[in-house]
């Protein structure tokens, strides 16, 4: 597996496990006895949003995206005037920070807990 996509998934994988936290518990329900019953109804629409924006995001960070970003987007006249001509890896970074802090904000907005 390349170094770059290995920064990338764990990046993910922290993305994940801090948005679990900071939503209040770890989404495993309590161990001790429960005093009421909840019940959790998702909407047909929410489900379809969410494929949706996942389905996008499987997009996003496919080879074929990275290849199109790395090898276009950066040296384009407009990126080039905005930054220095020789900060490839500023402008890949920023680009995988965008979609780690997309990813993390569609975790906290999907991840139900108990309070």
């Known amino acids: 597996m390349p170094m ?3 920064s990338w998934l764990t990046e993910v994988r922290s ?3 801090s948005a679990r936290s900071s939503s209040g ?3 495993a329900p309590p161990a001790g006895p429960r005093t009421k019953q909840s019940t959790v109804g998702i909407l047909a629409f929410e489900v379809a949003s ?4 996942l389905l996008h995001l499987w997009r996003a ?3 074929a995206a ?3 970003l790395r090898h276009e987007t950066i040296h384009l006249h407009g990126v080039r005037k905005v930054v220095s001509d020789d900060d490839h890896h500023f402008l890949l970074g920023l680009a995988r920070a965008e979609l780690v802090d997309t990813l993390r904000a569609e975790l906290v907005h999907y ?3 108990e309070k």
Request: proline share 0%.
């Open 50 to 53: 969410l494929m949706s924006k």
């Open 61 to 63: 960070v496919g080879d």
């Open 4 to 6: 770059a996509l290995e």
């Open 15 to 17: 993305a994940m496990s």
């Open 111 to 113: 991840v139900v807990y």
């Open 25 to 27: 518990g770890s989404g």
């Open 66 to 68: 990275v290849a199109r």
